[in-house]
């Protein structure tokens, strides 16, 4: 229980390969997974998050001492987050849209999945298939037969690197 | 014990992740491509509600800015597409080609979706209508069962009925009103119990919330004079718009504040930086503007914008919204 004095109160997360964090109660309670957790009195002990890695889990830290130290300001908020996103390769930008949404934390959902529909605009079906891990399922008449629905939308698309 | 390590989590991306990373891509054209990554997809695509995210999202983000003029540009064939930026509109390099054969006027616009008129050389007559998705590039033409050179057409509309996912077009005659419904591919007449005329670059018939509003000269028994119209595609009916709280509507408000003007315009402004989604713009003479905010503080504010008619310009909106049914390619001259 968070007591009632003016000292600031911290939470231990646990990550699922057992890496352990402290981080300021205000700023963890962005997630509301977490918060709920804390409203259910399990502030005391260890947190575990089962569904997030270490490393993901130190960049969502990361994120939430950041963006709880901007006082109430959108424009800045906003900035906060482009920056904080702009150098993430899409691994890291797909296991974070994972935790955001495990951590049920709605700006940072909001943002990652906007960062990963700018990286997705110019990339190649192709790209985008072994990024996302798909299968292709279309037989390959079926196939032709989408593309060719949509011929002008293969035009201008970047060259298939890994980037 | 070891953990399996995965070479990337992203193949675990569950559907309703990929749904809500697809909303935000703005980008139609890449939407489309990705319809053959494979068949969930293009399932996700193409769902109506999947649309609806899409375009509420596409017309929140900042980077949407895009006008098409309603005019074709004079020496290119296209619509000047232009930003609006800072309070003006910037014209840009960028035309919109692959406009369906022969139509030269943008008339009306609904989530995305164009009215498209072949303008006779001359005067306000048309003879051909079409829709259109420029972002698509989706193309529709409109049989009508009118011959315009007998039916004066006084003013039009096009709306989207959300619970029956049907776009219809409206054509308001002196006496009476026609529908089409896309997904019946037929028409449907009413008495307008009035005579309407068009008072003359009013450039009404918009789409906000639901319904088509027009302002319109009326004339019938009992009352005279510029009138709010409304057109509901639920019931297919047009009514006048009598009070302001009958309504959840702006437009009124509006329409009241700027009564006693020469001329006005209803004008939705749903992108930019001064004005929130849903706010009706109204050019009040020349150069002011007002705009009315339902969801806010419901006064009517007033601020300055781009000088120049604004009536030219219609939302260019990234939307994957077209009548169900026939996606003509091209349109046959």
């Known amino acids: 229980m968070a007591a009632e004095t003016g000292t600031p109160t911290t939470l231990t997360l646990k990550s699922n390969d057992d890496e352990l964090f402290s ?31 270490g490393k993901t889990l130190a960049s969502v830290i990361t994120y939430m001492n950041g963006i709880s130290a901007i006082p109430a300001d959108e424009e800045k908020k906003k900035s906060y987050r482009d920056k904080f996103l702009s150098d993430k390769d899409f691994e890291t930008l797909a296991d974070m849209v994972l935790a955001a949404n495990y951590l049920n934390m709605s700006c940072l959902m909001d943002a990652v999945s906007a960062k990963i529909a700018q990286v997705m605009e110019k990339k190649s079906v192709g790209w985008v298939r072994r990024k996302f891990g798909i299968e292709n399922d279309y037989t390959p008449e079926e196939e032709a037969a989408v593309k060719e629905e949509h011929k002008w939308t293969f035009e201008g698309v970047e060259t298939d690197d890994d980037n | 014990m070891a953990r399996k390590l995965a070479k990337t989590s992203s193949s675990n991306i569950p559907s309703e992740i990929i749904e809500i990373i697809l909303s935000k891509l703005s980008s139609v054209k890449s939407l489309l491509r990705f319809k053959t990554v494979s068949k969930s997809w293009n399932i996700i695509i193409s769902d109506p509600l999947f649309i609806q995210n899409h375009l509420h999202s596409s017309n929140s983000s900042p980077n949407n800015n895009l006008f098409l003029s309603k005019y074709p540009n004079s020496t290119d064939r296209g619509f000047p597409l232009v930003k609006f930026e800072r ?46 998705n420029p ?7 409109i049989e009508t069962p009118y011959d315009f050179s007998e ?8 709306c989207y009925d959300k619970i029956a996912g049907d776009f219809k077009v409206v054509f308001i005659f002196v006496t009476k009103y026609a529908i089409y419904s896309c997904n019946n591919d037929s028409w449907t007449e009413k008495k307008l119990g009035a005579k309407c005329h068009d008072i003359g670059f009013t450039d009404s018939g918009i789409f906000v919330d639901g319904a088509i509003y027009w302002i319109l000269g009326v004339q019938s ?9 409304y057109f509901d595609p639920r019931t297919d009916e047009i009514k006048r718009l009598q009070k302001p709280e009958q309504l959840r509507s702006l ?9 006693e003007e020469k001329s006005f315009n209803i004008w939705i402004k749903e992108k930019g930086i ?22 806010d503080d419901k006064t009517v504010k007033e601020f300055e914008v781009f000088a120049v008619h604004c009536g030219r310009y219609i939302p260019y909106r990234n939307s994957l919204y077209f009548p169900a049914g026939v996606k003509t390619k091209t349109i046959k001259a």
């Open chain 1, 23 to 53: 981080v300021a109660e205000s700023a963890a309670i962005l997630s509301v997974t977490i918060r709920n957790m804390v409203e259910d009195g399990c502030a005391g002990g260890v947190i575990p998050l089962d569904n997030v890695d």
């Open chain 2, 251 to 259: 437009c009124l408000y509006c329409y009241k504040y700027n009564k």
């Open chain 2, 151 to 158: 039916y004066y057409v006084v003013d039009h509309g096009i």
């Open chain 2, 274 to 295: 001064d004005v929130a989604e849903n706010n009706v713009v109204i050019k009040e003479q020349s150069i002011r503007f007002v705009c009315y905010s339902p969801t």
């Open chain 2, 87 to 132: 309070g003006k509109f910037h014209a840009g390099g960028i035309f919109e080609e692959n406009i369906p054969n022969g139509y030269n006027l943008i008339l009306r616009e609904c989530n995305g979706v164009l009215l498209l008129a072949r303008r006779l050389s001359g005067w306000n007559k048309f003879d051909k209508y079409a829709l259109w």
């Open chain 2, 221 to 229: 028994t009992n009352i005279s004079g510029r009138q709010l119209l």
């Open chain 2, 135 to 141: 972002s698509t590039r989706w193309q529709r033409y």
